[in-house]
């Protein structure tokens, strides 16, 4: 009797039993408060203002970018979202705000240097002409 149990007990663990299902969760969508969108090319910007389950905002930006076409016609899209917290806003803003302001000073420096180099070339060109 003793190695009939053993042996129903065997079976019973070694046999491959289904895997348990697990219940999946939907998400259910934040409820978009505002939003704008920048077309910049290919891309396209959205800046979505949502409200999380406790009622606070946050800051959803997605950049999309069309990649290609399905045999049935349909588009296909690669997006990538970048989700900014009440908490991170105003550290956000000063080094978007600081990186910015780098950018618009190194391009006023290339402008300068551009306009240099062009008036330099205006310079020998004219006076090639004289000789």
């Known amino acids: 009797m003793i ?4 042996k129903n007990l065997f079976e019973r663990f070694s046999r491959k039993e289904e895997k348990p299902v697990v219940a999946t969760v939907e ?27 406790r009622g606070d905002l946050f800051l959803s930006i997605t950049e ?16 990538h979202k970048i989700f ?3 908490e991170d806003f105003a550290k956000f803003e000063e080094a978007l705000a600081d990186t910015l302001q780098f950018i618009r000073s190194e391009m006023n420096l290339e402008e300068v240097e551009e306009n240099q180099q062009t008036s330099a070339e205006a310079v020998v060109e004219e006076s090639n002409e004289q000789e």
Do not use: C, H, P, W
């Open 27 to 53: 998400r259910e969508e934040k409820e978009i408060v505002f939003s704008k969108s920048v077309k910049a090319g290919k891309r396209m910007y959205y800046l979505d203002v949502k409200r999380d389950r």
């Open 84 to 86: 900014l917290y009440k």
């Open 64 to 79: 999309s970018k069309r990649k290609g076409v399905t045999a049935d016609g349909q588009f296909i899209f690669e997006k």
């Open 3 to 6: 190695n009939l149990e053993v």
